[in-house]
């Protein structure tokens, strides 16, 4: 109540707020057309009222005549008073009571409610009574969106509200032919049809049997907007009719039966494998691009004669097969020969003479062929220090050496020993009538093993790990028969009767920039060959020489090298200054397995090429190389670091691969050769050996052990290591 007057608030909105005014003298209730109060309120709490004020206070009608003056006016401005009290004491308690909510809510003009409780909006503020309440958004074309809220009497909150458009409705039409669909990758129903779609750019993809894949971007509205979208399916299949002579040829497709010819079908595209085949005739296989939505005629494709069968046998069994010159595989065996030609036959066994012979391939014969092969010898000398040792030939005792054997002309392991020395091993393929010597040198077990012992590692003054290599006896070179041989790798017997040293890993940038310290290696297709822990590159022979004469004078050793005019020249008798290891030296500790055995390769004696076997021409080096090893890897486009792969039996990393490597020896293209002894190489020349596979190395032939090569300029491909004698000259 205000004074003579009640007001009761009869309605709100977001805006105006509705009052009733009721006189209690004589309970008169003023009516409330156009009683509106339109009310704001600021952050700082000052309020703005704008008052409308109802016909039944009294003021006069247009054209009637004023209250008498001075009461009228009186009275009429205390009512007038009277009301905007009322309304300013309403706002105030309406304040003390509610509490007011800052409400964020995205999109702007979605609707506000409260469920379960009255609210109105002033300003950016919801007013509602305290509590926990639940406000809610909602807005046509979007998901609705409520959540719960605290609300405190004098403590301002505030909520944030984000609504989410609906999707689209996509109609997809597919011509009727029935497909999966999926949006973004992500399975979303089937066509034809009518799916549901996020807003925004969207993949659609179709994916039905028989029908190439289809896909297609789609911008969708979302919002519940219906859509419509065609997509035109291609056939992924085509038409095949075949025809044959004779008629009545059973036909398959992939190996899946189809008829008769001539026959039509329908098959999926790509390459397809056509199979044509009848009673008393050879059989025809072929293989045919069909292009989806096409149709292809095949034939008339007449069926040959049937071919021959040979079917051939060997005594021994396991002999090579080669018809027409190309290799069959091995008895006892049999092949398919086309009918109406003479086939030349040619069976080959290790140790025994070629058999040959002409075969005429009747049609649908049977035929059979059976060689007798006949045995080839070899004489073969096994001699060598010391004598009356055990000998062994393919794991069989022989007698005691020297003596002097009559072996098939086939590949036989060798194999020499005498207790109190370390054994000897060697693999040999002697050639009929073509005698061969084999010199062997056993190094006594408690020498070997005394140096061995007392000093197997040493270093050099900048670090270098070398390695103890005891004396022994070995076959150099390879034999005429191995696989990839060139004709300078002469087969020899060679003994090494002096221990020596070899380094571990070849010398690095870093260590010859200890010597020389403005060399660079270069670079390779933006590849540094020049860090620090790369082998050193583009040095020369003489260049090597001299920083093995530089690092003997840190050490306190005697130079092994004096320079003359045409460059340096190995001293002779050779001194315990740091050198490159002698060809000989360099093969044995290359291919050393075990005391008395070597092996071909860096793994091993058989191919393929293992993993991590070395720095080689890998697939990584496909861009930069001519010619790569198949289905090899080792993750080096150039030179690797030293070192980082495994090394070999003795110890030694990148023997094979990497870099290839200068050694002491001028060149010399030997052939089989007598027995050696401590060989240094030719006294004079003008080019140096060099041995080892490489960064490069893509073929068997380079991947031997054997393998030899010679360069006279550096090359980024070329390095060294270091070597020298474990005991002063006898």
């Known amino acids: 109540a205000v004074g003579a007057a009640q007001v009761a608030v009869s309605g709100a909105s977001r805006t105006l707020l509705r009052l009733t005014v009721t006189h209690l003298a004589g ?11 339109a009310v704001g309120e ?38 007038i008073g009277l009301l905007l009290a009322a309304i300013a004491v309403m706002a105030a308690l309406l304040r003390a009571q509610l509490g007011s909510v800052s409400v964020d809510v995205e999109p702007r003009d979605a609707r506000l409610s409260t469920p379960g409780t009255p609210s109105f ?6 007013w509602l009574l305290p ?6 958004a909602e807005r046509a074309g979007y998901y609705p969106a409520q959540a719960p809220l605290l609300v405190r009497r004098g403590a301002p909150g505030a909520l944030a509200l984000r609504l989410e458009r609906l999707p689209g409705k996509l109609r997809i039409d597919t011509a009727g032919i029935v497909a999966a669909v999926s949006v973004d990758g992500v399975a979303a129903g089937v066509a034809p049809g009518v799916i549901d779609v996020p807003a925004g750019e969207r993949t659609i993809s179709l994916r039905a049997p028989r029908y190439v894949d289809f896909a297609a971007q789609v911008r969708i509205e979302g919002g519940g907007v219906r859509q419509d979208f065609s997509a035109h399916l291609q056939p992924a299949w085509g038409t095949l009719t075949v025809s044959a002579v004779p008629l009545g040829a059973h036909v398959s497709i992939d190996g899946i039966g189809r008829g008769a010819a001539p026959v039509t079908v329908a098959a999926e595209s790509g ?12 059989p025809w296989e072929s293989s045919v691009v069909l292009e989806g939505g096409a149709r292809l005629a095949l034939g008339p494709v007449r069926l040959g004669e049937p071919d021959a069968h040979l079917a051939l046998r060997s005594s021994p069994a396991g002999a090579d097969v ?21 086939y030349p036959i040619v069976l080959s066994l290790p140790g025994h003479a070629a058999w040959s012979q002409s075969v005429f391939a009747t049609a649908g014969k049977d035929l059979v062929a059976e060689a007798q092969l006949t045995p080839m010898w070899a004489r073969v000398t096994i001699t060598g220090e010391p004598a009356e040792a055990e000998l062994l030939v393919d794991g069989a005792a022989r007698g005691h050496t020297p003596q002097s054997l009559t072996l098939s002309a086939s590949e036989h392991r060798v194999e020499v020993r005498k207790a109190g020395y370390d054994s000897f091993a060697a693999v040999v393929t002697p050639v009929a009538e073509l005698p061969r010597t084999l010199a062997y040198h056993l190094t006594p077990s408690d020498r070997a093993r005394a140096l061995l012992e007392s000093a197997p590692l040493i270093k050099s003054h900048l670090g270098q790990a070398l390695k103890l290599v005891p004396p022994g006896t070995f076959q150099m070179g390879s034999e005429r028969r191995e696989q990839g041989r060139r004709p300078n790798e002469g087969w020899r017997s060679v003994t090494l009767t002096r221990p020596f040293y070899i380094a571990v890993q070849p010398v690095t940038n870093a260590e010859f920039r200890k010597f020389q310290a403005d060399h660079n290696s270069g670079y390779v297709e933006h590849q540094s060959l020049d860090l620090d822990d790369q082998p050193v590159t583009h040095v020369s022979w003489d260049d090597a020489a001299a920083f093995c004469n530089w690092l003997s004078q840190q050490d306190g050793l005697p130079e092994a090298y004096e ?66 090893l198949p289905g090899y890897r080792d993750d080096y486009p150039v030179l690797a670091p030293v070192g980082k792969f495994r090394p070999n039996p003795l110890g030694l990393h990148d023997m094979s691969g990497n870099a290839s490597q200068w050694v002491n020896d001028y060149y ?35 991947l031997r052990l054997a393998w030899r090569d010679v360069g006279p300029a550096p090359a980024n491909t070329l390095s060294f290591r270091i070597a020298r004698y474990a005991d002063d000259p006898g």
């Open 131 to 136: 509590g926990t309440r639940t406000v809610r």
């Open 668 to 702: 010399e293209s030997y052939v089989d050769a007598a027995s050696v002894t401590d060989p240094l190489g030719p006294a004079e020349g003008t080019l140096h050996a060099i041995r080892g596979a490489n960064w490069k190395t893509a073929s068997v032939t380079e």
């Open 121 to 126: 909006v002033l300003g950016e503020r919801l």
């Open 563 to 628: 320079h003359r005019d045409s460059g340096f020249v190995l001293k002779r008798p050779v001194t315990r200054g740091y050198r490159l290891p002698t060809e000989a030296e360099w093969e044995y500790a290359a291919r050393w397995a075990a005391p008395g055995q070597v092996q071909r390769f860096a793994w091993g004696d058989a191919l393929p090429v293992p993993e991590q076997a070395g720095n080689l021409a890998g697939s990584e080096a496909g861009k930069s190389l001519p010619a790569t």
């Open 27 to 37: 309970n008169v209730t003023i009516a409330p057309a156009g009683a509106l109060a």
């Open 271 to 282: 390459v397809r494998r056509v199979r044509i085949e009848a009673a008393g005739w050879k």
């Open 42 to 79: 600021s952050e700082g709490g000052d309020q703005d009222l704008e008052i409308e004020v109802p016909r039944g206070l009294g003021l006069p009608a247009p054209g009637a005549s004023p209250a008498p003056e001075p009461a009228r006016t009186a009275r009429r401005a205390a009512g």
């Open 322 to 342: 080669t018809v027409a010159g190309i290799h069959r595989g091995r008895t006892p065996l049999t092949v398919e020969l086309p009918a109406g030609i003479a």
